[in-house]
């Protein structure tokens, strides 16, 4: 069957850290090592229950200040500064709408419920057909119901589905459930790997 679908996920995809800077300031300013500040925003039991939507992400950034002991006031800098080396992958965006309306594009995310509000925000969500977040959807990578709710939403079958992810595991799970997968490396790579694929 010929493709119909393609999935991509967003952290270390579509959005990347490029520049370590901003967090690597903010973690020598609150004294911790970089990638203590990384866990403790992204690693902690808060963190996976906002990713379930079992709480909000503003209710994992006030239990986060808590724990690096900022005051209330300090917590919106506080985000910022972490995230402030992130980038939108626009070249990477774009390519994802030239595949439309060819194929079906989709984002499975595993997330806060930020997530969507930030798409909007960054206005790139005119690039997919469906957005899988598991916030949202209350379950995430690498369980096989995101996979099959992103399948079902977009009316295409697993084998007819391809998935870019950051994540082997996640690619692997994908690849259980019958689609295709890719390993994200670099955009160029991906969209190389993606253009022989789609064209068999």
């Given at each position: 069957m010929p493709f119909q679908a393609v999935f991509f996920d967003?952290?270390?995809?579509?959005?990347?850290?490029?520049?370590?800077?901003?967090?690597?300031?903010?973690?020598e300013r609150l004294g911790l090592e970089y990638?203590?500040?990384?866990?403790?925003?992204?690693?902690?039991?808060?963190?996976?229950?906002?990713?379930?939507?079992?709480?909000?992400?503003d209710e994992h950034w006030a239990a986060v200040g808590r724990?690096?002991?900022?005051?209330?006031?300090?917590l919106e800098h506080l985000r910022t500064e972490f995230f402030g080396g992130d980038t939108v992958d626009l070249a990477?965006?774009?390519?994802?709408?030239?595949?439309?309306?060819?194929?079906?594009t989709g984002l499975i995310s595993n997330a806060w419920d930020g997530l969507r509000?930030?798409?909007?925000?960054?206005?790139?969500?005119?690039?997919?057909?469906?957005m899988l977040i598991s916030a949202e959807v209350g379950m995430g990578k690498p369980e096989a119901g995101i996979f099959q709710l992103a399948l079902d939403q977009a009316a295409v079958g697993a084998n007819a589905a391809v998935f870019v992810d950051d994540m082997p595991g996640n690619v692997e799970s994908a690849r259980a459930l019958g689609m295709s997968g890719i390993v994200f490396?670099?955009?160029?790579?991906?969209?190389?790997?993606?253009?022989?694929?789609?064209?068999?």
């Open positions: 967003l952290g270390g995809v579509i959005v990347r850290t490029e520049y370590q800077a901003p967090r690597q300031h903010l973690a990638e203590d500040l990384t866990r403790a925003v992204f690693d902690s039991e808060t963190a996976r229950k906002a990713s379930m939507g079992a709480i909000t992400e724990k690096l002991g900022r005051a209330p006031s300090d990477l965006v774009d390519f994802i709408r030239s595949l439309r309306p060819r194929f079906k509000p930030y798409i909007l925000g960054q206005k790139f969500d005119d690039a997919f057909d469906v490396h670099d955009r160029e790579t991906t969209i190389r790997q993606l253009k022989k694929l789609l064209n068999n």
